[in-house]
Every structure is written in structure tokens, then in C-alpha cells.
């Protein structure tokens, strides 16, 4: 069964600094992943994906993932941040097993930008 | 244009009564969801619905039935509401087809549920 898990509840930073938000996985075939980012009170939004190709993909508002098959990562990364960038951010995979139909979650890590 | 909506936003109702959560999309997507975020922001997927037909039921209870009257709704009703049902209900739509299981998902703004 697939699975992420995001080790970190909390990452703090201060702006202008790079950020990184660590996610891990585990899959029985190939890896799709996902970064998805919630504000408050707002549904998740789509950051990023990794399907297949360049290890680092590139997304929304600046932000980047670096997937490394051999360590089962797909940490998410900005090199400066935003004060606008404190959210709760999800990494997750699709499950293969269910033809595509169930994205599992990892359990969010939330991000404090300060100013 | 609101590309995925849920009505109502908020929800509070006693304990024992049951309710119904709209969602449309327009994104012309196949595919829609249900996903329950509790109290400690985890997400975890309750229904996967692809052309109107149900795929993915998650082990919910029988007391949660979506309805899918076309690809670009899908309801919830949920019946004998417990305290435990106090979550914010999000759904979500996504294009899946030969290559579609790769497809990004669009949230909708969540429904914020209180049982008493």
C-alpha cells in the first residue's frame, strides 16, 4: 500500500531565507506525488506534481520539489520565502492499486514564514 | 467562476439529525470526491466518484450516502449525525482518463460541520 509521511508538524522560518518542507514514500510501483498547500479557512491548493522525468519540478508561487528515488523523497523547497507563504502544506501520492481514484495525504506540515 | 463549490459553508445541527452537502464543479472534470479533514487537519478521502459511478467508499459508515446526479454534482447526506461526524467536508473533482491518473485535484472551500 502507498503511503507519505511528513516527519515535521512545524517548520519555522524567516523570510528571505530558503525553505523546506520534507516529505517521504512509499510505493510498490512508480511514485506519483503531489504537494497541495491550504490556507486558513480555504480548500487545499495544487503547488506541484512529479509523474515521471526532471527530478525537480517546478510550481506555483516559486516553490520547487526534489524527487530522489533513492532516498524515497519529495521535499519541497523555496529559496526565499514569503511572510504570504504561512500555510499548511500536504505532500501525497496517488495509489496506484485503486486505478488512480485515492490520493493518500501525508498528515500536512504547517509553515511559519516571519517577517 | 467558482471552479468547485459547497453549499453551505457552515453547518451546525443536534445530534441525531440528518443534513445534505451540495458540491458542483465546472471544471467538466469525471471524477469527484468527498474528504473529511478533522479537528487536527488530517485529510482523509471518503468517496471517489468517476462518471457518476462509485469507486472508492472508504470504509464509511452507512449512515454517509453521496448521490451523484450528474458528473458535475455530487451530494452527501448524512443521516443520525454524531458528535464524532464535527469535521470541515471538502470536495474535489479531477480529470482522469489514459493519462488522467496523474491529474492534479481542485478543492472546493469546505463545508464546516458542528454536531451538539
Given at each position: 500500500?502507498?503511503s507519505?509521511?511528513?516527519?515535521?508538524?512545524?517548520?519555522?522560518?524567516?523570510e528571505?531565507?530558503?525553505?523546506?518542507?520534507?516529505?517521504?514514500?512509499?510505493?510498490?510501483?512508480?511514485?506519483y506525488?503531489?504537494w497541495?498547500?491550504?490556507?486558513?479557512?480555504?480548500?487545499?491548493?495544487?503547488?506541484l506534481?512529479?509523474?515521471?522525468?526532471?527530478?525537480?519540478?517546478?510550481?506555483?508561487?516559486?516553490?520547487?520539489a526534489?524527487?530522489?528515488?533513492?532516498?524515497?523523497?519529495?521535499?519541497?523547497?523555496?529559496p526565499s520565502?514569503?511572510?504570504?507563504d504561512?500555510?499548511l502544506?500536504?505532500?501525497?501520492?496517488?495509489?496506484?492499486?485503486t486505478g488512480?481514484?485515492?490520493?493518500?495525504?501525508g498528515?500536512g506540515?504547517?509553515?511559519?514564514?516571519k517577517? | 467562476?467558482?471552479?468547485?463549490s459547497q453549499?453551505?459553508k457552515?453547518?451546525?445541527?443536534?445530534?441525531?439529525?440528518?443534513?445534505?452537502?451540495?458540491?458542483?464543479?465546472?471544471?467538466?472534470?469525471?471524477?469527484?470526491?468527498?474528504y473529511?479533514?478533522?479537528?487536527?487537519k488530517?485529510?482523509?478521502?471518503?468517496?471517489?466518484?468517476?462518471n457518476?459511478?462509485?469507486?472508492?467508499?472508504?470504509?464509511?459508515p452507512?449512515?454517509?450516502?453521496?448521490?451523484?446526479?450528474?458528473k458535475a454534482?455530487l451530494?452527501l447526506?448524512?443521516?443520525?449525525?454524531?458528535?464524532?461526524?464535527?469535521?470541515?467536508?471538502?470536495?474535489?473533482?479531477?480529470?482522469?482518463?489514459s493519462?488522467?491518473?496523474?491529474?492534479?485535484?481542485?478543492f472546493?472551500?469546505?463545508?464546516?460541520?458542528?454536531?451538539l
Amino acid at each position: 500500500a502507498q503511503s507519505v509521511a511528513q516527519p515535521e508538524d512545524q517548520v519555522n522560518v524567516a523570510e528571505g531565507n530558503p525553505l523546506t518542507v520534507k516529505c517521504t514514500y512509499s510505493v510498490s510501483g512508480n511514485p506519483y506525488l503531489f504537494w497541495y498547500v491550504q490556507y486558513p479557512n480555504r480548500g487545499l491548493q495544487f503547488l506541484l506534481k512529479y509523474i515521471t522525468g526532471d527530478n525537480l519540478v517546478k510550481g506555483s508561487y516559486g516553490f520547487e520539489a526534489e524527487f530522489n528515488k533513492s532516498q524515497t523523497s519529495f521535499h519541497l523547497k523555496k529559496p526565499s520565502a514569503l511572510v504570504s507563504d504561512s500555510a499548511l502544506y500536504f505532500c501525497a501520492v496517488r495509489d496506484d492499486d485503486t486505478g488512480g481514484f485515492k490520493t493518500i495525504f501525508g498528515a500536512g506540515t504547517r509553515l511559519f514564514v516571519k517577517a | 467562476d467558482t471552479a468547485v463549490s459547497q453549499t453551505p459553508k457552515y453547518l451546525v445541527t443536534q445530534m441525531g439529525n440528518d443534513k445534505s452537502i451540495k458540491c458542483e464543479q465546472n471544471l467538466g472534470h469525471d471524477t469527484m470526491y468527498w474528504y473529511k479533514q478533522d479537528s487536527k487537519k488530517f485529510l482523509k478521502i471518503m468517496f471517489s466518484y468517476n462518471n457518476k459511478e462509485l469507486i472508492i467508499n472508504e470504509t464509511v459508515p452507512n449512515r454517509f450516502s453521496p448521490k451523484s446526479p450528474d458528473k458535475a454534482h455530487l451530494n452527501l447526506h448524512i443521516n443520525s449525525l454524531e458528535l464524532g461526524d464535527s469535521a470541515v467536508y471538502f470536495c474535489a473533482s479531477s480529470q482522469l482518463g489514459s493519462a488522467g491518473a496523474y491529474n492534479e485535484q481542485f478543492f472546493g472551500p469546505g463545508t464546516r460541520l458542528t454536531v451538539l
